[in-house]
């Protein structure tokens, strides 16, 4: 099994960037494909990106599509999603999700594993 811990979130001005972090500890992080979803009030969860074991594939929402980039360094045992020109409407707990696939989709149900979130608020 995988633990997986969020942090970076925060409170952020329109258009502005913040770096959410993702650390695992138990199993090593290389043995999965990891996700970033996110979740606004009243809203369901909803994918944001993803990344496979060895980094080398890469898949993202169409919201975030340009905006956004998500990496990992497995010698860390860390994933990253880097969020650039931050909107009103990215305010969500954000979570990250461990696959033990060697790509991951957008299906959170592939997911086994997820951590406690953190939360970005953006304001204007």
């Known amino acids: 099994q995988v633990q997986l811990v969020e942090s970076g979130g925060g409170l952020v001005q329109a258009g502005g960037s913040l770096r959410l972090s993702c650390a695992a500890s138990?199993?090593?992080?290389?043995?999965?494909?990891m996700g970033w979803f996110r979740q606004a009030p009243g809203k369901e969860r909803e994918f944001v990106a993803t990344?496979?074991?060895?980094?080398?594939?890469?898949r993202y929402a169409d919201f975030v599509k340009g905006r956004s980039t998500i990496s990992r360094d497995n010698a860390k045992n860390t994933v990253y999603l880097q969020m650039n020109s931050l909107k009103l409407e990215d305010t969500a707990v954000y979570y990250c999700?461990?696959?033990?696939?060697?790509?991951?989709?957008?299906?959170?149900?592939?997911?086994?594993?997820w951590g406690q979130g953190t939360q970005v608020t953006v304001s204007s």
């Open positions: 138990g199993r090593t992080l290389s043995a999965y494909a």
């Open positions: 999700a461990a696959a033990d696939k060697p790509r991951g989709t957008a299906d959170f149900a592939e997911y086994a594993y």
């Open positions: 990344i496979s074991r060895g980094g080398s594939s890469t």
